[in-house]
């Protein structure tokens, strides 16, 4: 696997070729008021465990697959496809990125990440999100940012309208921008929610030195 990856595996983002990102024009206070936002907020409140397939695409159209287990609040893992030795593993205070290939391990706090907007079902997104136009009825896109610390980087979560998903919607993806510019496509499929999800899910082996279980 090329090393290049790494960094843009960490920022877990770009859109969808086939949803339109546009500037959102509407005022703050409208945004705060919006019934979507209150939806998306449910969603991420909604969901207790979710298994999911992935594809990750980078900006040079570099595409790896895996499945995601998220189990709130804030433990998440990415098992990537067979060959590729990375693995990345969010405990509910941190996110962990362990590569196998070099024996490295890099862990920062969730809130640091773009996907700390997905893994604390306790923030309310009116208050630092904002709904981002797609032309689509059917579809939702919401922006998250924190404005005092732009190094944490940007995720657009974006959203199907599914009376079978929580809160009527379905989690299609996401775009994530790191303060390194890295942006790569991460898209769900094959949804399962609420399924029973043990801890040792997010626990991780360390391939460094003396290296110990670790995680969960």
């Given amino acids: 696997m090329q090393r290049s990856l ?3 595996i960490l920022a877990l983002a770009a859109a969808p070729a086939a949803l339109s990102v546009v500037v959102p024009t509407a005022p703050v206070a409208a945004q705060q008021a919006s ?18 397939d992935f594809t990750q695409t980078d900006r040079s159209g570099q595409t790896l697959t895996g499945k995601l287990t998220l189990k709130q609040p804030g433990k998440i893992r990415f098992q990537y496809q067979k060959g590729v030795p990375l693995l990345i593993v969010g405990d ?33 997104l009116s208050k630092y999100g904002k709904l981002v136009p797609t032309g689509d009825p059917s579809i939702l896109s919401v922006e998250a940012r924190d404005p005092k610390r732009p190094e944490y980087g940007t995720i657009t979560m974006i959203f199907k309208r599914n009376a079978s998903g929580p809160a009527g919607l379905q989690l299609y993806g ?7 510019n890295n942006r790569t496509a991460v898209r769900l499929s094959n949804h399962v929610y609420g399924a029973t999800v043990a801890d040792s899910a997010f626990r991780w082996t360390d391939p460094r030195p003396r290296g110990r279980a670790a995680g969960g």
Avoid: C, F, H
Avoid at 99 to 120: C, F, H, K, M, T
Avoid at 174 to 180: E, F, P, T
């Fill in 174 to 180: 996401w775009v994530a921008l790191d303060s390194q």
């Fill in 92 to 124: 509910g205070r941190a996110l962990t990125m362990i590569d196998y290939e070099v024996r490295q391990v890099q862990r920062w706090p969730i809130g640091n990440s773009p996907l700390g907007a997905l893994l604390d079902p306790n923030k309310d």
């Fill in 35 to 52: 019934p979507d936002l209150t939806q998306v907020n449910a969603y991420i409140r909604g969901v207790t465990t979710l298994t999911a």
């Fill in 6 to 8: 790494a960094p843009l």
